[in-house]
């Protein structure tokens, strides 16, 4: 099921890669693009049946995916998929680290401190657990290797999202950096994308509880619209690819160009 990309060779033909938040929205886009690319998978969500689901899928078009139900907030599911990526597949190469959780419609002062927790335990303790999983798995390997972790718009300014998802998602693209530097010499590149609006659960369920966040969402892109899962994924792949060889430490905005105004 391998694609072309214009040069002959899958863009992530033999690479190993772990992506998070798989079940749905942008990561079971990218699951189903990195397959095609070539890449062996292993893919972690919360959601057992539709994880096992897609992972037979793409077995059944040819590629190859593994699934382990886990949670990014538990460090022991996510270093369990990691084991299962050496255990299967002989290593880690490359990571997509996507799952994420928000809320809309809530003034800060209003927001319980539990939706608090739990908002900066999936989006940015879940890249923490990820990164700190991930990392010693590629140390492991001469050739180093490539992580990219979703941010968001809101990682760069106030979007009408709830206080802490924004804080939250300026905390991955800090920490993205942070591991971008300290990685570097060692062969290991860390970048973060600027997500825009992207027709996904997360998004349907945030515009279900505050519609009037639609017009916003939309009217703030160049393009004004809003991005389909795979237009995320795409950027996520070449991130993760060897094309990106001299890309790190960077957030790149995949926004349909609503922060370039």
């Known amino acids: 099921m391998a694609a072309q990309n214009g040069t002959g060779t899958p863009l992530l033909s033999g690479a190993t890669v772990m992506i998070t938040g798989a079940s749905s929205g942008i990561g079971e886009a990218a699951a189903r693009l990195f397959a095609a690319e070539g890449a062996a998978l292993v893919l972690m969500a919360r959601r057992a049946d539709r994880l096992r689901a897609l992972a037979d ?3 059944a078009a040819g590629g190859s995916a593994l699934a382990v139900p886990g ?3 538990d460090p022991d599911d996510v270093n369990r998929a990691v084991e299962q990526a050496a255990q299967t597949y002989g290593g880690l190469d490359a990571a997509f680290n996507n799952a994420g959780w928000a809320t809309a419609g809530t003034a800060l002062h209003e927001t319980d401190d539990s939706v608090f927790t739990q908002v900066l335990d999936v989006n940015l303790r879940g890249v923490w657990n990820c990164l700190k999983a991930q990392i010693p798995a590629m140390l492991a390997s001469a050739a180093g290797g490539s992580i990219v972790n979703t941010a968001s718009v809101a990682g760069l ?4 999202a709830t206080a802490p ?8 693209i800090g920490l993205t950096r942070a591991a971008a530097d300290e990685y570097g010499e060692q062969g290991i590149r860390v970048n973060a994308l600027v997500v825009g609006s992207t027709r ?11 519609p009037s ?3 916003s969402f939309v009217s703030r892109s160049v393009q004004k619209r809003i991005a389909a899962p795979d237009e995320v994924a795409q950027a996520a792949a070449w991130l993760c690819s060897r094309r990106a060889s001299f890309v790190t430490g960077t957030a790149m905005a995949v926004d349909g160009g609503w922060t370039a105004t």
């Open 213 to 215: 966040l639609k017009d």
């Open 165 to 172: 998802y924004i804080a939250a998602k300026h905390a991955v």
């Open 200 to 210: 996904t659960e997360l998004i349907d369920d945030v515009l279900a509880k505050a």
């Open 157 to 160: 300014r106030a979007t009408g």
């Open 57 to 59: 899928d793409i077995t």
């Open 71 to 73: 949670d990014v907030t």
